[in-house]
Every structure is written in structure tokens, then in C-alpha cells.
């Protein structure tokens, strides 16, 4: 298999578009991205929002998703952010409307589901670390709006994910079990998670498809 990092390409239009190309013409080899490996703990925080009690039957409500990125004096960095977005369009069946265009504080893309339309925005604010800060999930769930929200949080340990919820009057706590320390991210765990790896990953081939589109 071929091990690359989509966050070190030059063009990101074209290196998702290679790895497109390898998933589908490549009979017996397999692609795997550090970068979609970077976004596990995201996926699983996400994931976990949809499986609370009274909530999974919401997962179709979702009308607003928007990512904070810090800003820095080098051109926006879209390849975990149009991961992330693509890996909910390819779980949740969105069409995409519009792909991304300029906005005073970012990108917005706008999606289709069956149950009306998405907006997806990145935003860049003044943060003191780089990267992936902050995602939000706005969902209309039994007439009244829901915010999942799943913060960057810094501690003495390390960085962790912290998932809270607002407008369903329950809040999601941080738990070892389901918070995954951000120096499992180092490029030697990642490497090591890769090369463990043995077969194609469909959910991700999914993610990179819809990811490509929004470019």
C-alpha cells in the first residue's frame, strides 16, 4: 500500500484527485492518508453525538456545520476541514449544491439532503495553536435547535476533544474512554496505525470522493 499525507501537498485539488484516481484503478493496492488518520478522534466524538439516547434519529436534522481553523499568514489549510466535511456528506448521503466560495471569514459550501439544505463554513479565527479548533453541529431536532460542539482543549497533559451539547439540556462529558490525546498524532504513531493497516478503507474513499467535489 501507498502511505502519503494530504496536508504536505502542494495543490490539494490535485493530490486528492491522484488518490481518487489510485482507489479506483489501483486492482490490488490500497491508499492510506496520515491526514484521515489525524481526524479519527473527530470522526469518534461525532459518531458518539448520534448514538446518545433520543438523538440518532436526528442525524438526518443537521442544517448548519461549521469548523474553525486558526489564522495564519499562510493560505487557509482545507485538507482535514474538507475531510471532516466530506466523511458527514458520504455517511449522511448530502448532494453538493455549491463548493466552496469566499466568504469575509472563510469558505462556505452548501449541501442537499432530503430534508433541505446544509450550509458547511470554515472559519478562521485568532487561536494560539494551529490547526483544527473547533466543530459545530447545528440540528433541528424536535422543533427546537441543538448545537453539538466539539472543542480543541489544552491541559498540563495535552490536548484533548471535549464534546458539549446545548438545547437538548444535556451536556456530554469528557471521558477517557472516548477522548483520544492529540500525541496519539505524532508522525510515528500515525506511521505505525498505517502500517498496521491491511485493507482498503471504504469510508474513507467515500470521504475523499465527496471531499474532492467541494474543491
Not at 481526524?39 to 433520543?54: A, C, K, N, V, Y
Not at 436534522?61 to 481553523?69: E, S
Not at 441543538?146 to 497533559?157: K, W
Request: proline share 4%; with cysteine; net charge negative.
Amino acid at each position: 500500500h501507498l502511505i502519503f499525507d494530504s496536508a504536505t501537498g502542494q495543490d490539494l485539488g490535485v493530490t486528492f484527485a491522484t488518490a481518487n484516481a489510485l482507489h479506483a484503478n489501483w486492482k490490488f493496492g490500497f491508499v492510506i492518508d496520515l491526514n484521515w488518520l489525524r481526524l479519527t478522534g473527530w470522526r469518534e466524538m461525532i459518531s458518539q453525538f448520534f448514538e446518545l439516547p433520543d438523538l440518532a434519529e436526528s442525524v438526518r436534522g443537521i442544517t448548519h456545520v461549521t469548523l474553525a481553523m486558526a489564522r495564519t499568514a499562510e493560505e487557509l489549510e482545507l485538507s482535514q476541514p474538507a475531510l471532516l466535511i466530506g466523511w458527514l456528506a458520504a455517511q449522511l448521503n448530502w448532494r453538493l449544491n455549491e463548493p466552496f466560495a469566499a466568504t469575509d471569514n472563510g469558505l462556505r459550501a452548501l449541501w442537499q439532503s432530503e430534508n433541505g439544505e446544509i450550509t458547511t463554513e470554515i472559519l478562521t479565527e485568532e487561536l494560539p495553536e494551529p490547526g483544527l479548533a473547533r466543530v459545530s453541529l447545528i440540528v433541528q431536532h424536535k422543533q427546537q435547535q441543538t448545537e453539538f460542539l466539539i472543542a480543541c482543549i489544552p491541559g498540563e497533559n495535552g490536548t484533548t476533544l471535549q464534546a458539549t451539547i446545548s438545547g437538548f439540556g444535556q451536556r456530554v462529558q469528557e471521558a477517557p474512554a472516548h477522548v483520544r490525546p492529540f500525541n496519539e498524532n505524532s508522525l510515528a504513531a500515525l506511521m505505525a496505525r498505517a502500517l498496521d493497516r491491511n485493507q482498503r478503507d471504504e469510508i474513507y474513499e467515500k470521504a475523499l470522493r465527496k471531499a474532492t467535489q467541494l474543491l
